[in-house]
């Protein structure tokens, strides 16, 4: 069963760090692009950081410079360490996996709902 599960969530304050992490069901996404997505209440779901086979990653601009995506694929894990974080980055955050050269986000999560207080 191809399984995507989130967990590090929390309420933090202002200027604090949480780690995110995404256990994978199956190395069949070691292989594939691994992503965060977040979403706010009354916005659309938004693409936070991806990650490749290879470990390269991209970031959205809001986020440059705090957060790292990262994997593990011995532990077939994606994590997301999240740094210096602000009230605009409360959201539900998801894991996602979608295969290479293809756009759509296949396999999702249920979701971690991130709070940061001012």
């Known amino acids: 069963q191809v399984q995507l599960v989130e967990s590090g969530g929390g309420l933090v304050q202002a200027g604090g760090s949480l780690r995110l992490s995404c256990a994978t069901s199956t190395s069949v996404f070691n292989s594939m692009i691994m992503g965060w997505h977040r979403q706010a209440p009354g916005k659309q779901r938004e693409l936070v950081a991806d990650i490749d086979s290879g470990g390269r990653p991209n970031y959205a601009d809001s986020v440059k410079g705090r957060f790292t995506i990262s994997r593990d694929n011995a532990k077939n894990t994606v994590y997301l360490q999240m740094n210096s974080l602000k009230p605009e980055d409360t959201a539900v955050y998801y894991c996602?996996?979608?295969?290479?050269?293809?756009?759509?986000?296949?396999?999702w999560g249920q979701g971690t709902q991130v709070s940061v207080s001012s």
């Open positions: 996602a996996a979608r295969h290479t050269f293809k756009s759509i986000w296949v396999y």
